[in-house]
């Protein structure tokens, strides 16, 4: 969801406190999950936040030496979960982009010899935009609801299936590098695994930072161009998912990482968010910052996507299909 958003968006100047800087060994004490239920307490999801946003990473620009970083931050979490690398290591290398920048690719094996050979990849890009324009003494654009918030899901989700194993179909859990600079990272993996997996679905997590102002609770992107709304509500016994005009208006469907899985492997692959254009002021922007989002906001979307993730994993035939 870039560029389009920029013009669109009138700033909201105001001062902000500064976010501490949160070493990962201090969080992965509270995030760390056993497994035993599928609550998400909002103080995992804070911690997460909090160091994923913080001043240490600099706006987490890709190829940066802070991206390293946070990408080692979401590697280590993984392997206290019990989330394997898909590849030789975590970290997969962008052929598409220099310097040197990675997607981090995390692995939950099926368990059944009947669908394990069939994957759902559920992603969000964790890199940001860096250093910005100064605001009130601040150019770090810590990219809270861009989109550390839509990585949160995406760790709190592998943590849940790493500890559990319920998933039938093998999952992949994907956080992008370079989706700022043209969703450069979703383009090098989509291309990479093109004929080596079958892919039944890809669901993306961007900017879930904030409630929206609409009686759902978040929208999709492409919202027309599959059944996977209706399949979600279904899953979750919720009405969850509901149709966003301005989603459709500005094309969203083709502004994140979901829509290289589309063009690469024609299977429905789309977006969640709950940015609704009226209900955040600071796309792109220095005052990005933790201390506006909601996190028991979010706590409440992943717990909710828990069962979904799970439904998709376990049916016996792929019942989330593309439109004609």
Known sequence: MKYILLSLLMAVLSCKSSTNSVRPDTILRESKGDGSNTE??????????EYLAS???AGRHTGSPEMTLAA??????????????YFSTYKDTLTNFKPVAYNIVGYVEGNTPQLKNEFVVIGAHYDHIGIVEDVN???I????????SGCTAVIE???HFGNTGTNKRSLLFVLFSAEEKGLLGSVHLAKKLKGKINLYTMVNFEMIGVPMSTPHRAYLTGFESSNMARKINQYSGKDLIGFLPQAKEYNLFKRSDNYPFYLEFKVPAQTISTFDFTNYNYYHHADDEVEFMDYKHMSSLIEDMIPVIEKITNTATKEITLNE
């Open 55 to 57: 001043d240490e990473l």
């Open 40 to 49: 998400i307490p909002a103080m995992n999801v804070e911690g997460i936040m």
């Open 72 to 85: 080692d931050y979401i590697e280590h979490i993984f392997k206290e979960n019990n989330v394997a690398p």
């Open 157 to 159: 989700l592998a943590k």
């Open 137 to 139: 003494g601040d150019i």
């Open 141 to 148: 654009a810590n990219g809270a609801n861009d989109n550390a």
